[in-house]
């Protein structure tokens, strides 16, 4: 890694992601520490999951998330900081109607890069099973879905 400004224009490689229809943009790369910007579309989420092996944490830019931490909910808005240690589940949801602008980073970087590659434009409709095995190839556990109470 080198010193100096990555301009907010900027992206690593001039690589962006489509994720699930959220567009992610890595910022930096090394063995400790994996940056990217995201902008989360109204109605769009990360549904919950574990790092097993990583802490990850998040920037709030513009917006304000709904969060869901080891059962817990939450809301984090511009300034806040979100840290996730690793092995805690956590959700991440935009229930708002404006588009969550938020700087993420994770550490150590481990397989998460690779998984951005391996999910980029798999579009909003992906098989939910696909995107299960493909994060759980790359070190990214989803929970599954809450049981309906009857």
Request: proline share 10%; charged share 20%.
């Amino acid at each position: 890694m080198q010193a100096g400004v990555i301009k907010s224009q900027d992206s690593l490689e001039q690589i962006r992601w489509n994720i699930l229809g959220q567009t992610y943009i890595p910022k930096q790369l090394t063995d400790d520490c994996f940056s990217w910007h995201a902008s989360l579309p109204p109605d769009t989420f990360v549904p919950p999951h574990i790092h097993p092996d990583q802490d990850e944490f998040l920037y709030i830019l513009e917006g304000k998330f709904d969060l869901l931490l080891d059962g817990v909910e939450h809301t984090a808005e511009p300034g806040d900081l979100v840290t996730l240690p690793r092995g805690i589940p956590h959700g991440i949801y935009n229930k708002s109607d404006i588009t969550i602008k938020t700087l993420f980073w994770v550490t150590p970087s481990l397989q998460l890069y690779d998984l951005f590659w391996a999910l980029n434009n798999l579009g909003p409709t992906a098989d939910p099973a696909e995107v299960v095995a493909v994060s759980a190839a790359h070190a990214i556990d989803f929970l599954p879905p809450p049981e309906e109470a009857e």
